[in-house]
């Protein structure tokens, strides 16, 4: 399970920073589009689960 987690946690990271890369408002940080806001919660979501998990392991 935890390398399941780690490796949804990578994907998302790889996602965010991908679009990020391409995406001007995105890079700036202060006015995420639509698509950008999705991923960015999503990796949010799943860097705490992951970070929880290192900790209470
Ligand atoms: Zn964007």
């Known amino acids: 399970m935890a390398a ?3 490796t ?3 994907a998302a990271s790889d996602q965010w920073r991908a ?10 940080g202060r006015s ?3 698509d950008g806001t999705g991923l960015w919660e999503r990796f949010c979501r799943l860097q705490d ?3 929880t998990h290192l ?3």
Do not use: V
């Open 4 to 6: 399941d987690l780690y």
């Open 8 to 10: 949804r946690y990578m």
């Open 19 to 28: 679009h990020r890369k391409g995406c001007p408002p995105c890079t700036d």
């Open 32 to 34: 995420r589009c639509a």
């Open 49 to 51: 689960a992951y970070l």
């Open 55 to 57: 900790r209470t392991r």
